[in-house]
């Protein structure tokens, strides 16, 4: 009977965050106008400088993910902290329904954003001549990759939602977010930077994980290191971070929606 | 007698600072009880501890029959807490706010549209009800927040500072409101800052100060507390208002405006020997008026002297207060 509530509370939850996903425009429009615009100024601006070895499109649509699906989970940052700065969650709370269905709430309406968002990318992509060769498996195990890096991401902005409060500082988040994927092997492989930048590109979070999907998708990674070894490497970056920023984001929504 | 609130010995501090200390409360099953003080005073986090959002350092309390601490979820079923800003979505319709509160009370969908529909109508958004929160007005919110509460019908309705922002028109209607949930068997526990809203909704009204209650009882007993009623008299001319003033008992004075303020107890003998002597001493009054202490001047001179003196001899008072105005009441 309490699952039943807990899975009834978090659908309505969900429900809930979808529709504000849907109302608020100006970030939906954003939200889908991104990974096209991206892809174009990427693909038919700064592409042609790029030695990527094969076409530009076929290089950085994996990036482009990334970008789009981690700015994305970040605006999960301003939807947490707009609910905890209005008076909703404290009525939620005092109501008998599960605490841990507002959070998740936010998380499945991320999820679903972002793979929007994801698929976007990838008609995007295919419409500027992204030519992927991967398997079905490989395409499974790709879109498997995005949705864990997706969901790491969600929580690590849930968390960082409820540590700021204000709606303002927690779009820094989505800032931050946007901006790492550049410090990545996103746009250009790790080769072509200043030997002081290699090191961080070739080791940040976002670099298993667009390698783990460059080398599903097209045979093989830009680093030159065995899909297997990247996907290793990423499964690890999100596990970490997803478990952390759950624990974290749990504990701060207990802690915050009770002073 | 029932108690739909029995509260003792809360206290909270944030920080160090103190901001509820040993707050006794006992609320009667079906009444409107007030929780008055200024900003500050402890209100909204004594709402707080009683709504289960924030655990108390210290003190007991029983909601509805359950134990604040052992059975928050007991609680839970059956408060209903609107917040100082209207606690409602925004961005969703009014329907879509309703259906989403009956959905998280577990009502069947079904019933959660038809109770939804029926709310709406009964408090005038019928109209509104497909419309996003965000074009309300702040009465239609308060509006729409009450509806939520009566979802299902509560055994405790928290209202925090229920008039706060809204019209005068919007107000009376708020209240009417209140007193239809209270004729209804609901109780109500409400905070305000408004003297004038305590003393026309709450059957009971605790005045909390500093983080503790400083006067408790009804409005009457509170106004009573300060000694009897007072007479207050005009004068035409400063001729006749010194006149006045060498020949009664004056407890207060205005040269300005040449009124007079003599205590009394409110009989129409006392008036009538007061006005006559007046006239023997050659200082008719031009107008005069019977006043009763306003809740403001109990809570005036209440704060104040808990101000100037040291916190105990407060202290002392309101407990002799209060326990007076418990006495009164267990004998009604």
């Known amino acids: 009977m309490t699952t039943a509530y807990a899975l009834s509370d978090t659908r309505v939850m969900i429900a809930r965050c979808l529709r504000r996903s849907l109302r608020d425009p100006e970030a939906f429009f954003t939200a889908l106008m991104l990974p096209v615009v991206l892809m174009l100024l990427f693909v038919y601006v700064f592409g042609g400088a790029v030695k990527s070895g094969g076409t530009y499109a076929d290089y950085v649509v994996p990036g482009l993910i990334v970008?789009?699906?981690?700015?994305?989970?970040?605006?999960?940052?301003?939807?947490?902290?707009?609910?905890?700065?209005?008076?909703?969650?404290?009525?939620?709370?005092?109501?008998?329904?599960?605490?841990?269905?507002?959070?998740?709430?936010?998380?499945?309406?991320?999820?679903?954003?972002?793979?929007?968002?994801?698929?976007?990318?990838?008609?995007?992509?295919?419409?500027?001549?992204?030519?992927?060769?991967?398997?079905?498996?490989?395409?499974?195990?790709?879109?498997?990759?995005?949705?864990?890096?997706?969901?790491?991401?969600?929580?690590?902005?849930?968390?960082?939602?409820?540590?700021?409060?204000?709606?303002?500082?927690?779009?820094?988040?989505?800032?931050?977010?946007?901006?790492?994927?550049?410090?990545?092997?996103?746009?250009?492989?790790?080769?072509?930077?200043?030997?002081?930048?290699?090191?961080?590109?070739?080791?940040?979070?976002?670099?298993?994980?667009?390698?783990?999907?460059?080398?599903?998708w097209m045979g093989h990674t830009s680093t030159g290191a065995a899909v297997g070894h990247e996907a290793w490497i990423a499964a690890a970056y999100c596990a970490v971070i997803f478990v952390a920023a759950f624990a974290a984001a749990s504990w701060l929504f207990r802690h915050r929606t009770a002073a | 007698m029932t108690y739909t609130v029995n509260a003792s010995g809360i206290c909270k501090a944030f920080g160090g600072k103190p901001v509820l200390d040993s707050v006794d409360l006992a609320i009667e099953t079906g009444s409107i009880f007030a929780l008055l003080g200024p900003n500050g005073a402890g209100k909204t986090t004594l709402v707080r501890i009683l709504a289960t959002l924030v655990r108390p350092d210290a003190g007991t309390a029983a909601v509805a029959g359950h134990d604040l601490l052992a059975d928050p979820v007991g609680v839970r079923r059956s408060i209903s807490l609107t917040g100082q800003y209207a606690a409602v979505d925004d961005m969703l319709t009014g329907v879509e706010n309703l259906r989403m509160m009956g959905r998280l009370l577990h009502l069947p969908p079904r019933e959660a549209k038809a109770r939804s529909a029926d709310l709406l109508a009964a408090f005038g958004l019928t109209d509104a009800g497909a419309r996003r929160v965000k074009t309300y007005s702040g009465g239609m919110r308060r509006r729409l927040d009450l509806a939520i509460s009566m979802l299902v019908k509560p055994r405790l309705l928290f209202l925090d500072e229920p008039s706060t922002g809204l019209d005068p028109r919007s107000r009376d209607q708020l209240w009417g409101f209140v007193r239809e949930f209270a004729a209804d068997g609901v109780t109500v526990l409400l905070t305000t800052q408004y003297l004038e809203e305590a003393d026309q909704l709450a059957?009971?009204?605790?005045?909390?100060?500093?983080?503790?209650?400083?006067?408790?009882?009804?409005?009457?007993?509170?106004?009573?507390?300060?000694?009897?009623?007072?007479?207050?008299?005009?004068?035409?001319?400063?001729?006749?208002?010194r006149r006045a003033l060498a020949s009664v008992p004056a407890i207060r004075t205005d040269e300005r405006l040449r009124t007079v303020d003599v205590g009394t107890d409110g009989s129409a003998a006392a008036v009538h020997d007061l006005l006559g002597l007046l006239r023997t001493t050659g200082a008719p009054a031009a107008r005069v008026s019977v006043e009763r202490p306003s809740l403001d001047d109990v809570f005036l001179s209440l704060t104040e002297s808990s101000a100037e003196s040291s916190s105990e001899s407060s202290t002392e008072s309101s407990r002799a207060t209060s326990s007076r105005a418990t006495e009164k009441a267990s004998t009604r």
């Not at chain 1, 901006?179 to 979070?205: D, E, K, W």
């Open chain 1, 67 to 216: 970008l789009c699906a981690g700015f994305g989970a970040g605006t999960t940052a301003v939807a947490v902290a707009v609910d905890m700065s209005s008076g909703i969650v404290d009525r939620f709370r005092s109501m008998p329904i599960h605490g841990s269905s507002i959070l998740a709430g936010h998380i499945v309406a991320s999820l679903a954003r972002n793979l929007l968002a994801t698929a976007l990318v990838i008609a995007a992509g295919l419409g500027v001549g992204w030519r992927p060769t991967g398997s079905p498996a490989a395409w499974a195990a790709a879109v498997a990759m995005v949705t864990a890096f997706i969901l790491a991401m969600s929580w690590l902005a849930a968390a960082f939602g409820l540590l700021v409060r204000s709606p303002e500082a927690a779009n820094a988040a989505t800032f931050v977010l946007m901006f790492l994927p550049y410090l990545s092997t996103a746009f250009v492989p790790a080769r072509t930077m200043p030997a002081v930048l290699r090191p961080v590109a070739a080791n940040q979070p976002f670099t298993p994980v667009i390698e783990t999907m460059r080398g599903l």
């Open chain 2, 203 to 241: 059957d009971r009204i605790a005045m909390l100060h500093r983080g503790r209650i400083v006067a408790a009882g009804t409005a009457d007993q509170l106004k009573s507390s300060l000694g009897g009623e007072v007479v207050r008299l005009q004068f035409a001319d400063p001729a006749g208002y």
